[in-house]
């Protein structure tokens, strides 16, 4: 009877969790307005009438830099948790295995060392 019991829970949130999805993507289509006005297909950008055309260039660089923000981002997201779990039984193979982990992840940091990335123009 127990196990029937853990099932009925399960099946419990099952039901509540999609009724919570259905339910609010339903309400919206229900209590939004109906009519448009003339500007509702303008670009929005923080309350201010736009000026210039929406297409606009960026430099390859910030998508770059973003790249190596996120090395350096997993870089340290997983280093303290690693460390901090094998504080208790650290050896030299959890050491190889910490030095491969952030050998792998400073190769893109060196890359883009090397092609001036951090050298603001």
Known sequence: MSLLNDYLYVLGFLIIGIGFVVVNTTLPYFLSPRSRGARASDPYESGEVPIGPAWVQFDINYYLFALIFIAFD????????????????MSWTTLLEIGIFLT????????????????WK
Not at 74 to 89: Q, R
Not at 106 to 118: M, N
């Open 74 to 89: 997993v870089e340290a997201a997983f280093l303290f948790p690693v460390l901090v779990t094998y504080k208790e039984m």
């Open 104 to 119: 792998i992840l400073t190769y893109p940091i060196l890359y883009a060392w090397k092609k001036g990335l951090f050298a």
